[in-house]
């Protein structure tokens, strides 16, 4: 055993599954409150982590399964949604193995189109306008265990549990541009819920995490979460008046390989996160572009004493715009085939910082250095 500069820390308190979205795929902001959030890392007893994290993305390349829709942009009636997501999350070390967290989010999303301004062309104006919607999202509550002590292991994962609380507006509105029969008028309505701050449900998260260190150089990070959203509807209608915003579930799994090189380490790993088209729990009716990405996510950190940060761009290899419920119904109904298309990135940024301060390890050492004991 010997005493190592905590690189799984450094990358796994801040790099995590939690999902922000994929355009036009309503995955809400940091839907997980799991401890690679650096919400729980290993924190030891009376230890508090403060992190500040953001990401941002592009989406426009339109996908009806898995294949894209290239005339969307040939023809410039594609949807771009820009999108800012900021969270700061508080993490307190309960016990060694026992820790809780809360993650407030701020979003604002710039969606830009023309189907929703007097219709994408030869039929409709073909006139591009923008709507928009800022502000708190939805707040998130955790607490977690890991199964074994602080440093027996050069392994340890824990279970989480948490709450996604109706925080954040679902009702936002915005003005739209050329509406009403002969296209004259300019008429307040809800905005997309691709770019609602949140989605109006109660959200109940499970998630996973853990590392395996194969040296103090060398080891796997990893992390998944299921959000379940119970609650079928938030009742407010589509722009359409057609259906209702549906509350979906939403998932996450990632994988990291990393490489320890003093106070930077780079890492590599691939993830996939998405919004399935039916629930875990309660009904599945209601609106939602269901679907997933999966990408390969580079990126590098940095960490000495009690600060850390990172960077990485996670790049979409596979999307995916599948069957929504409505879709299924109408399908059925109708005997047509039927299945809505989606926008989704090609890559996304995400950056963050954090730091840990208290516990008794921390009181300990002059420098604040955080180090575990990890076999090798």
Not at 15 to 40: D, E, F, H, P, T
Not at 207 to 235: C, E, V, W
Not at 267 to 279: L, M, T
Request: aromatic share 12%; glycine share 12%.
């Amino acid at each position: 055993m010997k005493k190592i500069y905590t690189t799984i820390i450094v990358l796994a308190s801040l790099i995590s599954v939690k999902s922000y979205g994929q355009g036009c795929v309503a995955i809400r902001g940091n839907s997980s409150c799991n401890a690679l959030s650096g919400n729980g890392f290993e924190l030891q007893s009376k230890e508090w982590t403060v992190s500040l994290n953001g990401r941002y993305f592009e989406s426009f390349r339109h996908f009806r399964g898995s294949e894209e829709e290239h005339e969307r942009i040939e023809k410039g009636t594609q949807v771009i949604n820009d999108s800012y997501f900021v969270d700061l999350s508080v993490g307190m070390g309960i016990t060694d193995r026992l820790y809780a967290n809360v993650t407030l989010p701020y979003v604002h999303h710039l969606r830009s189109s023309m189907y929703e301004h007097g219709g994408n062309p030869p039929n409709g104006l073909g006139e591009r306008h923008e709507t928009s919607s800022k502000g708190l999202g939805d707040v998130r509550f955790g607490a977690g265990y890991w199964l074994l002590p602080q440093g027996k292991k050069n392994y340890n994962y824990a279970f989480g549990l948490g709450v996604k609380l109706p925080t954040g507006k679902y009702d936002y509105t915005d003005i739209f541009y050329n509406q009403g029969a002969d296209k004259s008028q300019d008429i307040e309505g809800v905005v997309d819920q691709s770019i609602q701050p949140g989605d109006g449900g109660v959200g109940i998260n499970l998630d996973f995490q853990g590392y395996h260190s194969f040296s103090s150089r060398f080891g796997i990070l990893s992390s998944a979460f299921y959000m379940s959203n119970p609650k079928a509807t938030n009742g407010v209608l589509t722009r359409n008046k057609r259906s209702e915003f549906s509350c979906p579930d939403q998932f996450g799994v990632r994988i990291a390989a990393y490489a320890n090189m003093g106070v930077f380490s780079s890492f590599v790993g691939g993830r996939i996160e998405g919004v399935p088209a039916s629930d875990l729990i309660g009904s599945s009716e209601g609106y939602r572009r269901p679907g997933y990405a999966v990408s390969v996510e580079p990126g590098i950190s940095y960490g000495k004493g009690p600060v850390a940060a990172f960077v990485s761009v996670p790049i979409a290899l596979y999307r995916n715009r599948i069957q929504s419920y409505e879709d299924k119904i109408t399908t059925a109904e109708t005997g047509k085939f039927t299945q809505g298309d989606a926008a989704f990135a090609d890559y996304l940024v995400n950056v963050g910082v954090s730091y840990r301060f208290g516990g008794h390890q921390m009181h300990s050492s002059q420098k604040g250095s955080l180090k575990i004991q990890m076999a090798e």
